[in-house]
């Protein structure tokens, strides 16, 4: 008899392989930046505008699905926080401030979803989540500083830093106003509306970015490659799944895989021999994965609805 998932275990799942994704397209990104072929402005412009093109393209060839006027506003809200904001605030930040900062910061993410989901979504705050978010956190700041042997301070920039704080809580609150949304439309519906709002907010500033980008101006096959590789992988493919996550599990438990990203950095290093294994790294890894673990654990409000609902 096959195995069954859960709910909850298919929205993990989800998120396991689309943080791996995410985690994979830093060392892409940081290649692209580093040989200076594209901007961060330029690497966000094309990000959205493949994303809103693909997914138009897409949604002809799938049942039209009629979008209630007041869900269109917070389809606009999420193309404007989850897109423009998130990515626009955090290619600013990393571009103003240290990358060990940078990764430091994101682990605030999860803090951010779970406070506005319990004022938006009426979401408890337990003893059992708000620990899972604390060591989940402290795992994660645990691996970049023992990562970076304590130097935290070097090329940091206080606008960069609020910068970053900026984009997690703009991703957090996207998170949370586009839960409803992925329980009533599919997630090509959402994204191509998402994605065309944050196109025409953001391509206005950005455009001349792209084509003044020495990226196609040389030849060389390989960073047209990885570019392929954040448009298809890490912007279309990962926003296709991240709406089946939201109707299976909380924002808080979908933004505590940021805290991932680092762990999966360095496992790519250490694969790639630019890093070694340590028993540091071992700890935050424990660390991190209990904290995902509390998290899902902890009581939801239909888990406390239903207990009532019981008795």
């Not at 330029?42 to 493949?50: V, W």
């Not at 994303?51 to 007041?70: D, G, M, N, R, T």
Request: overall charge positive; some cysteine; proline content about 5%.
């Amino acid at each position: 008899m096959p195995m069954t998932l859960t709910k909850k275990q298919q929205g993990n799942l989800i998120m396991v392989f689309v943080i791996t994704i995410f985690g994979l397209n830093i060392p892409v990104n940081k290649y692209l930046y580093a040989e200076e072929l594209l901007s961060p402005v330029a690497m966000t412009a094309l990000r959205m505008s493949f994303a809103a093109i693909a997914f138009w393209l897409v949604s002809f060839f799938l049942p039209k699905e009629k979008i209630e006027k007041k869900d269109m506003l917070f389809l606009l809200l999420g193309g404007l926080c989850g897109m423009v904001f998130n990515q626009g605030l955090f290619a600013y930040g990393l571009g103003q401030t240290s990358p060990v900062d940078a990764s430091i910061i994101t682990t605030s993410s999860p803090l951010f979803a779970m406070i506005i989901a319990a004022v938006i979504l009426k979401e408890p705050i337990t003893w059992m989540k708000a620990g899972g978010v604390l060591v989940g956190g402290s795992g994660a700041i645990f691996l970049v500083y023992t990562s970076n042997h304590g130097n935290m301070s070097q090329d940091a920039s206080l606008l960069g830093n609020m910068a970053i704080v900026g984009a997690q809580f703009f991703y957090a609150f996207y998170l949370v106003i586009t839960r409803p949304l992925s329980n009533k439309y599919s997630s090509v519906t959402m994204m191509k509306w998402m994605f065309l709002y944050a196109c025409i907010f953001a391509l206005p500033f950005s455009f001349g970015d792209v084509l003044k980008a020495p990226l196609f101006y040389q030849t060389d096959k390989l960073p047209f490659l990885l570019l392929l590789f954040t448009l298809v992988g890490a912007t279309f493919i990962t926003y296709l799944l991240i709406p089946f996550a939201q109707r299976r599990i909380r924002p808080t438990t979908i933004s505590m895989y940021n805290n991932m990203q680092p762990l999966i950095a360095s496992i790519v290093a250490i694969y790639m021999g630019m890093d070694r294994f340590t028993f540091e790294k071992l700890i935050a890894a424990i660390l991190i994965f209990g904290g995902v673990y509390l998290v899902t654990a902890s009581k939801s409000r239909a888990d406390m609805e239903e207990a009532v609902n019981m008795k």
